[in-house]
């Protein structure tokens, strides 16, 4: 797939008259918000590698924020929307598909319960019996189940398209994005920014955005603390004995740190096994022998014409998770004037990208967003301490 060069370190040259703003961070984030500002101000955003070569790259592309946003409608059905209206940019496509949440027996009656009172909130769920629900997809195996909870209003999207397509749009609206450029520090005059430093030399703006993933927490530390630790995910890719079909829904299974969705071509992604990270520039980008023994194990459990299926890749990224799985998206008052932060996403960073980047729009000062920001305000947490216990969102509970 060919997309349009984006400026390298050598092309990208201080403007003279600086910017009006800067973005820290080429991921999906970052690219989502500097096409957002690119609109009416001058843009900078500045990536230490190639664009979506991070955790971006290495996403699953799931798009499930209507079950992740039960308690916040008005944030999934910004999300939800974007996606749909976005849908045939460039090369950049969204596929809806409903998700299964496998119900095992000792989790039907909670699961029943959260069905009738989403519903009758005006969510689109519905709990299926596993006789309903294989008849509707014969390629499950729910005999272990009691049934599944049906989830309207999720998909999935490549993720690399998607971020480099935004990029390719906010250069469309004027920004430059200038990749192999590591920002190696915040400059500030008087309490508030004054732009960047990188290896390229120094750039001015009175508005810095950083959307650098778990890096955010470590190059901020001396101006404000944030609550973001890394934490480390995987993926792999299954071929099974006949292709999926093109229905064939996304899903999880609850406590067993398993999602999946189908590929485009028949296959199965299949992701999870989440843990905190200590040592997250040394973490391996492949994934686990454990966790390809756990999904050989668990996916024919559930899915006929899988107890053949052939391994095709796999991989391993690191994110930044926040204590509550939320990500933070503030202008912090103890922060120097003109910071912004964007950061701890917690897996849902590609769905949550367009959320984010109209978030931003309003703490700059520009038009409102259509949902509330204090789900993602930093002084929701009373400890600022990234040293907290690390909930895994995989874990389906």
Do not use: K
């Not at 955003?45 to 924020?65: D, H, K, S, W």
């Not at 049906?150 to 999935?156: D, K, L, P, Q």
């Not at 993720?159 to 749009?169: C, I």
């Not at 999946?260 to 022998?289: H, I």
């Amino acid at each position: 797939m060919e997309h349009a060069d984006l400026t390298s370190r050598d092309e990208v040259r201080p403007a003279e008259d600086g910017y009006d703003a800067i973005i820290v961070g080429g991921g999906v984030v970052g690219c989502a918000v500097a096409r957002e500002l690119a609109a009416d101000r001058d843009v900078l955003l500045v990536e230490r590698g190639q664009i979506a070569a991070g955790a971006t790259a290495l996403a699953a592309g799931e798009i499930t924020m209507s079950p992740s946003y039960t308690d916040e409608s008005a944030v999934a059905d910004h999300a939800n929307e974007f996606f749909r209206e976005y849908d045939g940019t460039g090369e950049f496509s969204f596929t809806e598909r409903p998700s299964f949440e496998l119900v095992p027996p000792d989790r039907e009656g909670e699961a029943r319960r959260r069905v009738e009172r989403l519903s009758d909130e005006g969510v689109r769920v519905a709990f299926l019996n596993a006789d309903e629900a294989e008849r509707r997809h014969p390629r499950f195996d729910l005999s272990a189940f009691a049934g599944a909870v049906r989830h309207e209003e999720t998909g999935f999207v490549d993720p690399y398209t998607f971020a480099v397509t935004l990029a390719e749009d906010a250069e469309a609206r004027g920004a430059t994005v200038a990749t192999d450029t590591e920002v190696t520090g915040l400059r500030t005059a008087g309490g508030r920014v004054a732009g960047v430093e990188t290896e390229a030399g120094d750039f001015d703006a009175p508005l810095v955005v950083v959307a650098a993933g778990w890096r955010t927490e470590r190059f901020l530390r001396e101006h404000v603390r944030l609550p973001v630790r890394p934490y480390r995910t995987q993926c792999v890719v299954l071929d099974p004995e006949a292709a999926l079909g093109a229905e064939f829904p996304m899903g999880w299974v609850p406590g067993e740190h398993v999602y999946f969705r189908p590929e485009r071509n028949g296959d199965l992604l299949v992701g999870g096994w989440s843990f905190a990270e200590d040592d997250p520039e040394a973490a391996s980008e492949r994934e686990d022998e454990a966790f390809r023994d756990h999904v050989a194990d668990l996916v024919p459990s559930f899915l006929r014409e899988f107890d053949r299926a052939r391994f095709v890749n796999g991989w391993a990224g690191v994110d930044g998770a926040t204590p509550d799985t939320r990500p933070i998206v503030d202008a912090p008052d103890d922060a120097p004037e003109g910071l912004v932060v964007a950061t701890g996403f917690h897996g849902r960073g590609v769905m949550t990208a367009p959320v984010a980047a109209s978030a931003v729009r309003e703490l700059v000062g520009g038009a409102a967003a259509p949902f509330p920001l204090t789900p993602f305000a930093l002084d929701r947490f009373e400890s600022r301490s990234p040293d907290f216990e690390f909930f895994s969102i995989s874990a389906g509970d």
